[in-house]
């Protein structure tokens, strides 16, 4: 069984930082791509920053030049470097694992941008 643990995420001033990280734990399966979605309240979840293992990389529009995704494949993780973060970056942030027959999700970590 895969296993996602997002961290990371609190409250944050607009135009700061935060860098979330997400740790993928288990065996018997190999990763095809990993990535960075959020939902925000009465929204539909949607991509953030997707990573494939060949190092295609994909950004939504909203966030380029802002974000950088991330990987440490040797020990199954992936971040995401967020700056210059607007209130409309608020939102629940999941982590999610893409295997040749799965894909896994985390949890999710909260990201407030507030003054």
């Known amino acids: 069984q895969v296993q996602l643990v997002e ?9 700061g930082s935060l860098r ?11 990763i095809y ?22 190092g295609r990389l994909n950004y939504a529009d909203s966030v380029k030049g802002r974000f950088t995704i991330s990987r440490d494949n040797a020990r199954k993780m992936v971040y995401l470097q967020m700056n210059s973060l607007k209130p409309e970056d608020t939102a629940v942030y999941y982590c999610k694992l893409e295997s040749t027959w ?12 507030s003054s």
């Open 33 to 54: 791509a990993m990535g960075w979605y959020r939902q925000a309240p009465g929204k539909q979840r949607e991509l953030v920053a997707h990573s494939t293992s060949s």
């Open 7 to 15: 961290s990371g995420g609190g409250l944050v001033q607009p135009g």
């Open 20 to 30: 979330l990280s997400c740790a993928a734990s288990g065996s018997g399966f190999s």
């Open 102 to 113: 799965a894909d896994y999700w985390g949890q999710g970590t909260q990201v407030t941008v």
